[in-house]
Every structure is written in structure tokens, then in C-alpha cells.
């Protein structure tokens, strides 16, 4: 029997692998660069591999030997993300038994220690995915800032500087968001919220960062607060319900993931009881294994075929 099973987290910035010994050895945790073929170069995703692989190597023995490694990579709707990062590990390893899947897959796989169910992650964007016993999958959001990604942390961080413009120029009610803002974020006046939205080296995640101002203002039941917390949970258990739905899966099991849901108490407490009343036998899970755990339990599975294409 071969030794050992890898399971890999391909993010955009950052890879993670998993060494999973079958002797009972303690598993090792590697890190290398970027596996996204739609962010990064395929030179760059190449050399990530190569180098994961003279570094699992080093740790565990040849690859060649080994029992099977699961990539699960960010980038996966691209039709040339399977085939390419396949072929690399294959050409770099040797080993005959890898797999390529999306990082939603396995990160569902990981949370929930089990290959079907749903997971919901809300960070700085947002989307939900599901799988169920028969192979069919389903997916709602991820479709990025402009126009998606409701309940995110950038979702969040834009209502709250939308409540802030809104006090200071009188349409809406006074906020303690506005105090938060200054004391937090330096934004003092209507200009400056125009100024920190509209830089040009603005992204995404700078609007996200504002997104923590919320459990203080809950805390303290500032009404706008309340309001965008209200609505970042609708949002996010409209997303999950449709996949429930449309899977069949109301008696499974979901997992919430990502910055919003742990750390975000309000929202994650308003999406649980907004679940556990609309689906009573629904599992709700907020803990298990990372995303790379879920790549090692798919790489350790004999039967490896039809693993969903739509994540």
C-alpha cells in the first residue's frame, strides 16, 4: 500500500498542502505561491507546482508512490484549469492518480468532512454551493462585486457608507456608523467617504474593511446598523435556500464559512434562526477541517469519477 495521500488548496495568492500518512504519522502542512491560472501565469502556477512537489517529496517520499493528490484550485471555471494543472502535476510527480476540482468543492468537502451537502461562504464576496447524493450541483452568487456578492464584506462595508451618506446629507437617520467611521477609519465628512470609495488605488477589499464597523454598531442598536445587518442575512439565506432547494437538501447538512459568518455574530445569528425555521432538519455546521483537508479526504476516495464540474 502506498504511504501517503496530498491534498492541495490552490488559492490566487497562496497554495496550501496537506500530507496525509497512512501509518498514523502526523500530517504535514506546506505552503507555496499562486495555482490560479486566471490570476497568475502558467510559468507561475508551474513553478508553484514543481516546487509543492520537490517539498512534498522531501517530507514524505516520492510522488510517484503516491496513493493520489486532489488540487482543488481557485480559477476552475476556466476550461483550461483542469487539464493544465493536471498535466503539470502528472509531468513534475509522476504519480498516475490525480484529480483537479474547484476550492469550493473541496472547501465543502473539508467543512463537512463528507462529499455532498452545502457550503456558504461570505467574506469579502460571496457565494453559496451544493452538491447532492446523485452528482447534481448547484450554485448561487460568486458573481463578483459589481454586480453580486450580497452579505459580503463588501456588500456590508458599501451599506455602511451608504447609511453614513445618507446621515450626513439628511435623507436618513442619524448613526452611530458615522462616529465608527472617524474613529476607525479616519472618514469624517461626506467628502472624505467620496475620497476613501473613489481612490484609484480603491479595491474591493478596502470597502470590505470597513465591514468589522458593523458588530459595534449592532452592539450598541443603532437602528441603520440593525437594518444592514437584517438585510446582509436575507441576502445570504436567499442565496442558501435556493440551493437547498433546488438540490433537495433541506434534511442535510451546510456549512458557513468565511470572515462574515465567524466573526460577524449578528448576521451569522440571524441567518442560523432564519435556516433552522425554514428547514427545522437542516444541519447547520460552523466548524470542521480546512479547505486542504477536504482535497486529502477526495484524494484518498477509490472511486474517483464523477466529481462535479460546476464549481
Known amino acids: 500500500m502506498s504511504k501517503y495521500v496530498v491534498g492541495i488548496d490552490g488559492g490566487g495568492t497562496k497554495t496550501t498542502a496537506k500530507i496525509i500518512f497512512h501509518n498514523g504519522r502526523p500530517p504535514v502542512l506546506l505552503t507555496g505561491g499562486p495555482l490560479n ?16 512537489v520537490a517539498r512534498i517529496e522531501e517530507k514524505a517520499g ?26 503539470c502535476m502528472q509531468n513534475s510527480s509522476g504519480c498516475g492518480n490525480v484529480i483537479v476540482t474547484s476550492d469550493a468543492y473541496i472547501g465543502l468537502c473539508g467543512a463537512l468532512e463528507a462529499s455532498q451537502g452545502v457550503i456558504l461562504i461570505a467574506g469579502t464576496g460571496s457565494v453559496c454551493h451544493g452538491i447532492n447524493s446523485r452528482g447534481e450541483s448547484w450554485r ?35 448613526t452611530i ?53 437584517s438585510h446582509a442575512a436575507q441576502e445570504l439565506q436567499h442565496m442558501a435556500a435556493t440551493v437547498i432547494d433546488h438540490l433537495g437538501l433541506s434534511a442535510g447538512a451546510i456549512a458557513l464559512r468565511g470572515s462574515i459568518l465567524q466573526k460577524d455574530l449578528y448576521i451569522a445569528k440571524l441567518l442560523t434562526n432564519g435556516l433552522k425555521s425554514r428547514y427545522p432538519s437542516l444541519n447547520i455546521v460552523s466548524s470542521g477541517g480546512e479547505a486542504a483537508d477536504g482535497a486529502a479526504f477526495l484524494a484518498s476516495q477509490t472511486d474517483l469519477t464523477g466529481l462535479p464540474v460546476f464549481f
Not at 491560472?37 to 509543492?52: F, H, M, P, W, Y
Not at 483542469?82 to 498535466?87: A, E, I, N, S, T
Open 140 to 174: 448561487t452568487g460568486g458573481a463578483g462585486h459589481l454586480i453580486d456578492d450580497e452579505g459580503s464584506g463588501y456588500a456590508i462595508g458599501r451599506d455602511i457608507l451608504s447609511a453614513a451618506v445618507r446621515s450626513f446629507d439628511g435623507r436618513g437617520e442619524p
Open 177 to 229: 456608523l458615522v462616529r465608527l467611521l472617524k474613529e476607525h477609519k479616519a472618514i469624517a465628512c461626506l467628502e472624505d467617504i467620496v475620497a476613501f470609495t473613489y481612490d484609484g488605488a480603491a479595491d474591493k477589499s478596502l470597502i470590505a474593511s470597513v465591514a468589522p464597523l458593523l458588530t459595534y454598531a449592532c452592539d450598541a442598536k443603532d437602528p441603520a446598523a440593525l437594518k444592514i445587518a
Open 62 to 87: 516520492p510522488l510517484a508512490g503516491c496513493a493520489g493528490i486532489c488540487i482543488g484550485a481557485a480559477g476552475y471555471s476556466n476550461p483550461e484549469a483542469g487539464p493544465f494543472l493536471k498535466r
Open 37 to 52: 491560472i486566471c490570476s497568475a501565469s502558467k510559468e507561475q502556477v508551474a513553478k508553484t507546482i514543481n516546487d509543492l
